[in-house]
């Protein structure tokens, strides 16, 4: 399986002119020879297909999927039971592309573009998308993050090829660290910098409630987007949040284990394998493992299901154990199975 296109979301109130700045990015990524792909979240829950043409009396006659074909376009109508995931959307409708940018989706915790303007709309009881990286604007928005002009749409553009098509191809994996306990967010900072530090990576910490989402500039700080799930939820978040192909996941318990250890799951990731996790005392531990974005349709679909379990889903990819003999050697506290 080919791994999930990177998913970059716009956000802005409606009026401020997304739909016109992500036009713009496409012409630009385009113009370098990528394929882009463009998903618009409906609010308003407009009508796609028009009453009374063949396609929509196939539909209310119960037919579905229903699919119309042109010399040139390919429409594609289908009613929907229940929820339907942004991951899930991407990964069946965008296999071939190289990137998809998205209208919309505040809450998916997608690397997210704010739009703004200095006379735009108001933004008041406007919820604010979770994990901003950069703005585009025609002024100072009044933050540390990267900020590019709306007049020159091309830089923006270069920086999401560099930032998400640069490095997710190859490379080292995020380093994801969760945190739950908000006493122990210098611990956390301590492990997450140095294990970048020793594996030239990124690093994240996936902060559940009560930890304060803001911190050193070295270390990213993302809010849990599923709080209340556990290990499950801190995954899901930083497999939806890293710029990376893949993360390698630290439980707490972990935090202190030394580089030796940890580079074998690295070099094991990079077969086919879409988990790489830990044996210890002869149990599997999900919470010491490199997950690959592969995962997150099988996530999504666990979670949607009512299966909250951190290896509930693991049937649905390919896994690899380290056995207990290669983790012998490794140094520093040894871990123990509960």
């Not at 009508?47 to 042109?70: C, I």
């Not at 318990?253 to 005392?281: H, N, P, T």
Request: with cysteine; hydrophobic share 45%; charged share 20%.
């Amino acid at each position: 399986m080919a791994r999930l296109p990177p998913i970059v979301a716009f956000a802005a109130p409606s009026g401020t002119g997304k739909t016109t700045v992500i036009e713009q990015v496409v012409r630009a990524m385009v113009g370098r020879g990528l394929r882009v792909g463009v998903l618009k979240a409906d609010a308003h829950r407009v009508v796609l297909d028009t009453p009374g043409k063949d396609s929509w009396r196939f539909a209310e006659a119960g037919a579905g999927p229903v699919a119309v074909l042109s010399a040139e376009r390919l429409a594609l109508f289908e009613h929907l039971d229940g929820e339907v995931t942004l991951v899930s959307v991407v990964d069946r409708l965008f296999p071939d592309v190289d990137i998809v940018l998205v209208e919309g989706f505040r809450r998916s915790g997608m690397p997210t573009v704010r739009v703004h303007r200095v006379d735009g709309p108001s933004t008041e009881g406007w919820e604010p998308p979770l994990n901003v990286v950069a703005w585009a604007s025609d002024g100072d928005p009044g933050t540390t993050l990267p900020v590019f002009p709306l007049a020159a749409p091309e830089r923006l553009a270069e920086w999401l090829i560099e930032q998400f098509l640069g490095t997710t191809a190859g490379g080292p994996p995020t380093i994801v660290l969760p945190l739950a306990d908000p006493g122990r967010l210098d611990a956390a900072v301590d492990a997450a910098t140095r294990l970048a530090a020793a594996f030239g990576a990124r690093s994240m910490i996936v902060a559940g409630p009560g930890v304060q989402a803001t911190g050193p500039t070295h270390c990213r700080l993302v809010a849990d987007l599923r709080p209340g799930l556990g290990l499950l939820g801190a995954l899901y978040t930083g497999l939806a949040a890293a710029e990376t192909a893949d993360i390698l996941f630290v439980g707490p318990r972990y935090w202190e284990l030394q580089e030796a250890g940890l580079a074998r799951l690295l070099e094991a990731k990079r077969g086919r394998s879409d988990i790489v996790y830990s044996m210890f005392d002869g149990f599997p531990e999900p919470a010491l493992a490199v997950y690959g974005h592969r995962c997150l349709p099988a996530i999504q679909a666990a979670l949607l299901s009512g299966e909250f379990k951190l290896t509930g889903w693991w049937g649905q990819v390919r896994s690899l154990a380290l056995p207990d003999t290669d983790l012998a050697s490794w140094s520093g506290p040894q871990p123990r199975q509960t």
